[in-house]
């Protein structure tokens, strides 16, 4: 049990839909990142969310957003899929904003057909 | 040209030889993670080092901030090492996790 748990493990969806991906961090961490891998990009940080609020922003689409939420747990939501937006999507979590070791949950892999 | 060169790209080796990848990287970082990623795709964070060296039983991670290099090190190699293993920087400025990566080193340790 890594700490930190993702939902669903697997998501097979169609272009154009829209979904969510969920994130609990490990008990106690504030931050939590969000990361895509997909095999022309390779790993991609995404957003970092910090006890509720937006701390930083990577390579994010504008059909992407994300939010945590007061209990701490993240969701990630992708709209119009796209192809290319099949990947691993990781959340990771960290106990400080200034991060250290991180924590990486299983991901959630995506297949946009 | 990539921001995080990673050297070899693969690697193979034999139970029990000692291991070296590098790390190379071209912008200003606040520190460096070294993350392992196993075949099922699961990935840990081995270390994440800003100065000097780190080692934590078999591993040794080792930076030098002036020459903008890391290297990560493994003893007496097993096959349960086997992985990729990704230089991961932290931009200067940025958050700790807000990460930039190299593409990984395929290590492949046989018995």
């Known amino acids: 049990d890594s700490g930190v748990t993702q939902t669903p493990k697997h998501l097979i969806t169609a272009t154009g839909q829209r979904v969510t991906l969920r994130c609990s961090p490990r008990s106690g961490d504030l931050s939590v990142y969000w990361y895509q891998q997909s095999l022309d990009q390779g790993l991609q940080f995404l957003i970092q969310y910090y006890n509720g609020e937006e701390r930083a922003k990577g390579n994010i689409l504008e059909r992407f957003s994300a939010q945590q939420f007061p209990d701490l747990h993240s969701e990630l939501n992708l709209s119009s899929l796209e192809l290319g937006d099949s990947a691993l999507y990781f959340c990771?979590?960290?106990?400080?904003?200034?991060?250290?070791?991180?924590?990486f949950g299983p991901g959630t892999r995506l297949t946009v057909l | 040209k990539n921001e995080v060169e990673q050297s070899p790209q693969n690697l193979t080796a034999q139970e029990g030889e000692f291991i070296t990848i590098n790390c190379s990287y071209s912008?200003?970082?606040?520190?460096l993670h070294w993350l392992q990623q196993h075949p099922g795709g699961g990935i840990v964070s081995l270390f994440m080092l800003s100065s000097g060296k780190k080692k934590h039983g078999r591993l040794i991670a080792t930076i030098n901030i002036q020459e903008k290099h890391s290297s990560l090190h493994i003893t007496a190699s097993h096959p349960r090492d086997s992985a990729v293993y990704i230089c991961a920087p932290s931009i200067y400025g940025g958050s700790q996790g807000n990460l930039i990566f190299g593409k990984g080193t395929k290590l492949s340790v046989k018995p």
């Open positions: 912008v200003g970082i606040s520190a």
């Open positions: 990771a979590s960290s106990v400080v904003l200034a991060g250290g070791r991180m924590l």
